[in-house]
């Protein structure tokens, strides 16, 4: 399959490039951002060896359509969409934190829970929850973005106090978290699907803050299946997910979590496939729609032009 593994591209009034673990990005100028989503995948902060056909355009045009839902909620940076892999978008300064919104006891939230913590980035926690229990609201639970290594969890005071965002940012921030998740949320009902957590990220252009990088994915959010939701709460069964942790599972099996001395189990053609499949399963489900495959050949040589044709036109 001709997958996008890595690009090394050189676009016209390019200043700068970053590759992250799933993204390469290209500055322009002082104007724009183009974010390439390539096929990599990554997992406990390792990316893993093989590339995932179409997952790059699965998240991509996921993004897309709920940025475009949520655009009446504040601004977003996308500018253009020109290619299935491609968004290119306002240059933001973007604020280091990540607002993590969650309504529902699952992951990292009921590791802490579990392991006898009641507070979590500063926010209190009932007593008698079970795994996978919704919230009486739902609560933000910010993240650091580190430069190097893991982000770390912190609280509203500390961002505040220690200069991260200021107050007057912080509190727009929180509103638009919320508002953007109750969105979601209804948007996941009408798919039969439950927006259990997710994460956003924002950035400031000319005094204005916007919502930047991708929203609502499978990389960036936690879904449940609504059937039957309520009635494995109740017997203490594990709830369908539909999310990334399935690839952490089967690294799990395999013995891998990141840690030191442990090796990537071999990803062959099959685990590949299936990994691609559940990929476009999923964007199916979530927007609803059918996963129309972008064209095969050269996919570098369609990324460059698309993009070259794009800026043409933005400038």
Known sequence: MNTIKETNFNFKGQTAFYRGKVRDVYSIGDDYLVMVASDRISAFDVVLPKAI?????????????????????????????????????????????????????????????????????????????????????????????????????ISREDIIARGIVSEE???????????????????AAERG????????????????IYLIDEIHTPDSSRYFYADGYQERQEKGEAQKQLSKEFVRQWLIENGFQGKEGQNVPEMTDEIVKSISERYIELYEHI????????????????????????????Y
């Open 53 to 153: 056909p179409y997952k790059g355009q699965v998240l991509n045009q996921i993004a897309s359509k709920f940025l475009s839902a949520t655009a009446d909620i504040l601004p977003n940076w996308v500018a253009s969409v020109p290619d299935p892999n491609v968004t290119i978008g306002k240059k933001c300064e973007p604020f280091k934190v990540e607002m993590v919104i969650r309504g529902y006891v699952s992951g990292h939230l009921w590791r802490t829970y579990r392991d006898g913590g009641r507070l979590l980035c500063g926010v209190e926690l009932p007593e008698g929850l079970k795994e996978n229990d919704k919230l009486p609201n739902p609560i933000i639970t910010p993240s650091t973005k580190a430069d190097v290594g893991h982000d770390e969890d």
């Open 169 to 187: 940012d912080y509190s727009q921030l929180e509103k638009y978290a919320h508002a953007l998740y109750q969105r979601g949320t209804e948007i």
């Open 193 to 208: 699907l439950i927006l259990v957590d997710t994460k956003y990220e924002f950035g400031k252009k000319d005094g204005k």
């Open 287 to 314: 927007t609803g729609e059918k996963f129309l495959y972008a064209e095969e050949g050269d996919v570098l040589a369609r990324v460059e032009k698309n993009v070259e044709v794009a800026l043409e036109e933005l």
